[in-house]
Every structure is written in C-alpha cells, then in structure tokens.
C-alpha cells in the first residue's frame, strides 16, 4: 500500500492451445511449437488443439518425429509463409480448419510423409498454395481449396488421393513432379473456364498421372497434359456444364495418353479428348461428347485397340 492507494500488478494469462499425452498425463502448452518438440523422436504422438488459434510463428517438424495433429474441429489462421514446414510424418485429423491470406500453408520437403484426414485448408491469396509437395502426400478426405495451384507437387513429390475434395480457381493439382499422381477416390475440380487453365496441369517429362477412381472436372480442361503420361483406369473425366468459349475438353495432351477404362467426356460443347501432337492409345473406357462435336479431335498419333471379350 502507498499513499493509502494500493498498487496491482496485471498479467496477462496465456492460454493453453494445445496438449500431449506424455507418460500417461496430460501436459498442456502455450506454443504449437513446444508441443511438436516435447514428441519423443520415433514415436508415434498425439497434439490435440485445445482452442481457435491465429498464429504469427511457423512450425518445423524434424525428420525423425511422428506426429498426429488433431484439430478436434478448432481453427488456425495463420499469419506467416509456410506455416508448417515438414520434414518428419506428419497427419492432420479431426476435421477443423487452416486458413491463411499470407502465403503456403504447408511444405512437404523430400522424405517428408503427410497425411491428411478430414481437415479443411483455405489459402485466399493468390499464388499459394495449401500444399507445396515434394515428398508424399496422402489425401483421405476433407476440403483442400486455394486460388491456384492448390498443390504444387514437384522434384520427386507423390501424391495419393483416395477421398475428399482439392478445389481451386485455377490448378488444383500443379505437377512439375518426376514421380507420380494418383487418384483413386475423391473429387480433383478447378472452376475458371479461361483457355490454359485445368483441373489437373502435368508439365513433366517422366511423371505420371493415373486416375484410377474418383472424378476431375473443370469448366475448360480437366486435365491438360504438356507433357508425361495421362493414364487412365477408371474413375470419370469431365467438363462441367457452363457456358464457355475456350477448349473444354476432358484431356487436352500434348504428351502420352492411355486410356484402359473409365469415362473421358464432354457435357456442354467441345471434345472428350482434344490431341494437339501427342499420342493416344485406348483399350478400353469411353470418350465421349454431345451432339455436334466430336469425341476425339487429333492432331497427333492415336491408336484405338479394340478387345473383344
């Protein structure tokens, strides 16, 4: 007391945002990152968020840490580029959401595992994506969306999708990658119609995509392949139903296409496969498009065996 007046000292209480079970007790922390360092190496660990974050640090997962991220259906808006950067194996559960309006939300490094099931991840500057991959990418399920190149998968990234959605405006899947893309589930779809954009963009000489389930659609192309392999075992490529001008087609190739079963088509105007250059071989499946407009359109080589059984 002073002067008769008493004199407070304020603190401010940080909350707890996030908890571990170590040793059979729960063990709470104020920072993401403590958390993600208080995993043992090598051992396989849960993180559950406690509350809605906005986060102005980035996270560094090391090699050697295995961990389950479980959003227990809180959100992270983050604040920083590249908000988490993996090196470890990493999985994202529990529904919940990512947002961020900066940049990346995550890079996936070489030799780095992530897995995602059942979150949400919303980049809304153009440019970024959710994903920069260049390990291997699992998606189960959940909403991946950003403006363009929602993920950018390049060097040896493979991606394996068997559920959820990946949305963009423009590129949902942008490979640059050596290795390989494979869809066997879920839904791959872009919505900006202008000629050169595509649900799936392949720019790559010795990568391969495979659509073995699942479907990719866009207003335009759903798959343009520059160069590299398109094949095709299932699943269904598709134009949406809208009014556009500009190349709607299901595959636009410029590189190889194999075709062994599934459905390659155009709903609206335009063509199932439009080849400029590349070569097609079909043995099974269905290209198709509406009345008026042909199915395959070739400038290329195109072979069509046809198997009877």
Not at 44 to 66: C, G
Not at 74 to 102: Q, R
Not at 118 to 128: Q, Y
Not at 246 to 259: A, L, M, Q, R, T
Request: aromatic share 6%; hydrophobic share 30%.
């Amino acid at each position: 007391m002073e002067n008769n007046n008493e004199v407070w000292t304020l603190t401010k209480q940080i909350p707890d945002i996030a908890s571990i079970t170590k040793d059979g007790k729960v063990v709470t922390y104020k920072k993401m990152q403590d958390a993600i360092d208080a995993c043992i190496d090598g051992e396989e660990t849960k993180i559950t968020v406690l509350r809605n974050q906005v986060s102005p640090e980035a996270l560094n997962i090391s090699k050697e840490k295995i961990i389950n991220i479980d959003m227990a259906g809180f959100s992270i808006t983050t604040l920083v580029n590249s908000y988490i950067n993996n090196n470890g194996n990493l999985t994202i559960e529990g529904g919940g959401t990512f947002i961020s309006s900066i940049g990346n939300i995550i890079t996936n490094n070489e030799g780095a595992n992530l897995k995602i099931y059942g979150s949400s991840f919303n980049v809304k500057k153009s440019g970024n994506s959710v994903v920069q991959n260049s390990g291997l990418l699992q998606i189960l399920s959940g909403n991946i969306s950003a403006v363009s190149k929602t993920i950018d998968n390049k060097g040896e990234g493979t991606i394996k999708m068997t559920g959820g959605t990946v949305n963009a405006s423009t590129y949902a899947i942008y490979n640059t990658s050596s290795s390989k893309v494979e869809i066997v589930g879920g839904t791959v779809q872009a919505t900006y119609y202008y000629e050169g954009y595509s649900a799936i963009y392949n720019n790559t000489e010795n990568g391969v995509v495979e659509i073995k389930g699942g479907l990719v659609t866009n207003q335009g192309k759903a798959i343009e392949n520059k160069k590299g392999t398109i094949k095709v075992t299932g699943g269904e490529i598709r134009t949406t139903q809208g009014d556009t001008r500009y190349s709607e087609c299901g595959i636009y190739n410029n590189g190889k296409v194999i075709i062994e079963d599934g459905k390659v088509a155009a709903l609206y105007r335009g063509s199932g496969i439009q080849n400029e250059g590349g070569t097609i071989e079909i043995t099974g499946g269905t290209v198709s498009a509406p009345e008026w407009y042909n199915s395959i359109i070739n400038r290329g080589t195109l072979e069509i065996i046809i198997i009877q059984h």
